[in-house]
């Protein structure tokens, strides 16, 4: 299954509404989680089961969709939320991750 | 507190070998399947490999890319994961992160522990 990430990368300010497409080749229902991965760092869980938050993670983060089409959305951007976001299905094998999109700082 | 640590990264020559471990520490790694995600160099992140729970008897999966080359394994007894890289390839440059599997309601899942990661240079 592959997974789009649209866009690659993006520019925003501080406050602002960001949001992130992830587009399945095939159905994954609600089998998807979302990763934020800062420089030199290891990718940190953000949202699993498409929408769900993780514990610990700041609710201006949200997810949505189902199928083949999910979004990430951050409002409210804040400082530390410029890094590198992928999508992930675990709905079948082999486990895919979207290309990534970089959010950096307008 | 839950940690995972790799160790076992380096460099080595193409057709080379070599085996990378992950330690882990404060939960209880059996109960666990866990994962191998590597990331090359400015790069996206690509699953490589999984190991089940003993439960589900220690059953493996692997990407295409590493099938037949790559094996996954681990010990209980020592709340280590492994996974022996045979044949390296140049394209198999990348830092190697072990991830701890997370059971989610509705048969869902996740990676939410995830060690810092260890390079592995293939290169002449």
């Known amino acids: 299954i592959q997974l789009t990430q649209s866009p690659s990368s993006l520019s925003a300010s501080v406050g602002d509404r960001v949001t992130i497409t992830c587009r399945a080749s095939l159905g994954i229902t609600s089998h998807l989680a979302w990763y934020q991965q800062k420089p030199g760092k290891a990718p940190k869980l953000l949202i699993h089961?498409?929408?769900a938050l993780e514990s610990g993670v700041p609710p201006r983060f949200s997810g949505s969709g189902s199928g083949t089409d999910f979004t990430l959305t951050i409002s409210d951007v804040q400082p530390e939320d410029f890094a590198t976001y992928y999508c992930?299905?675990?709905?079948?094998?082999?486990?895919?991750f979207g290309g990534g999109t970089k959010v950096e700082i307008k | 507190e839950v940690q995972l640590v790799e160790s076992g990264g380096g460099l080595v020559q193409p057709g080379g070998s070599l085996r990378l471990s992950c330690a882990v520490s404060g939960f209880t790694f059996s109960d666990h399947y866990m994962d191998w995600v590597r990331q090359a160099p400015g790069k996206g992140l690509e699953w490589v490999g999984r190991?089940?729970?003993?439960?589900?008897?220690?059953?493996?999966e692997y990407a295409a890319s590493v099938k037949g080359r790559f094996t996954v394994s681990r010990d209980d007894s020592k709340n280590s994961l492994y996974v022996q890289m045979n044949s390296l390839k140049i394209e198999d440059t990348a830092v190697y992160y072990c991830?701890?599997?997370?059971?989610?309601?509705?048969?869902?899942?996740?990676?939410?522990?995830w060690g810092q990661g260890t390079m592995v240079t293939v290169s002449s």
């Open positions: 190991i089940r729970n003993s439960v589900n008897g220690y059953t493996t």
């Open positions: 089961t498409a929408s």
């Open positions: 992930q299905q675990v709905k079948s094998y082999p486990l895919t």
């Open positions: 991830a701890r599997r997370v059971d989610l309601r509705g048969d869902n899942e996740a990676f939410d522990v």
